[in-house]
């Protein structure tokens, strides 16, 4: 049954990414704006939501701490596991403004995650309405400061620019709620196998959980690699990374309080997500310059693979 329920799940998120991809491209057309930003909000939103009900359910349950290790071991499996296996199958371009905003924003986020839990070794609520504050700031910045650039001038399906916004809406809808699924089935399947080989539920969070959580990630990036909508897939995942420590861990935090109760998220897991973080920019340097191509891919899917056997390791 566990891998019937891994199998569903991972159908329904590839048909969910597929929707999310036609809803998000349809949108640049019908809203004006560039195809980065659509997928630094809607796309990176929807896929996040995941993260964000599993942080927000264990929360009211009494685990809050849960959150910690899903959102620190999906930042790791975006960059890792999906930017890698999106850049093996198309090379992704990196644009400037991933240099000069994204990417500080990101690493900021990470950092102050970061500072919040060694201070006192717990997210309050005054640090997550920061975090979330931050989350607002950001989104309202993008959307008023972007510009047309060259991404927008990609070959798309024009037929997506007279898509009626009932349709746009009820894709949003398919999309969102396709993931969700998909993501709790996937979950469940990959918890259950975890747990019937006696791993530890602090592993579950950081690698099975976390995994699984990214998949909407994997499969919404992978298809827009593969139409070549590039701008979406890096812009997808650096938005989700933000999304899902401003708005999951922020959220969390302000309903109840985040203790770090697994010494190791501080002093290996949380450095292991700064680590992948600071990767892009040093692979972005690298020749090919500004892009992130198969071999890369592998490097970091690679990198990724080392993490998860320190975790199992121990």
Known sequence: MSV?????????????????????????????????????????????????????????????????????????????????????????????????????????????????????????????AILFAGLIVFIVYIIKSQKPSSDDLEEVDDALAIVSNFKIAIWLLIGASALYFGSEWLVKGATEIATSLGVSEAVIGVTMIAIGTSVPELAASVIAAAKKEKAISLGNLIGS????????????????????????????????????????????????????????GFGLVLLYGIFIFLVFKG
């Not at 980065?36 to 264990?58: D, N």
């Not at 240099?99 to 690493?107: E, G």
């Not at 892009?280 to 340097?285: H, K, N, R």
């Open 4 to 128: 019937a329920f891994l199998i569903l799940g991972f159908v329904l998120l590839v048909v969910g990414g597929e929707f999310l991809v036609r809803s998000s491209v349809a949108l640049s057309f019908k809203l004006n704006i560039s195809k980065i930003v659509i997928g630094l909000t809607v796309v990176s939103f929807a896929t996040s939501a995941p993260e964000l009900l599993v942080s927000l359910q264990a929360a009211f349950n009494g685990s809050p701490a849960i959150a910690i290790n899903n959102v620190v071991g999906s930042n790791i499996a975006n960059i890792g596991l999906v930017l890698g296996i999106t850049a093996i199958v198309g090379a992704i371009v990196i644009d400037k403004s991933f240099y000069r905003l994204t990417w500080p924003v990101m690493m900021l986020f990470s950092g102050a995650l970061y500072y919040f839990l060694w201070n006192d070794n717990q997210l309050v609520a005054v640090e997550g």
């Open 241 to 296: 990374n933000i999304f899902n420590i401003g708005s999951v861990l922020g959220l969390t935090s302000m309903i109840k309080v985040i203790p770090v109760t697994e010494p190791l998220i501080l002093s290996r897991d949380i450095f292991w997500m700064l680590i992948f973080a600071a990767s892009i920019v040093i692979l972005g340097l690298l020749p090919k310059k500004n892009q992130i191509g198969k071999m890369k």
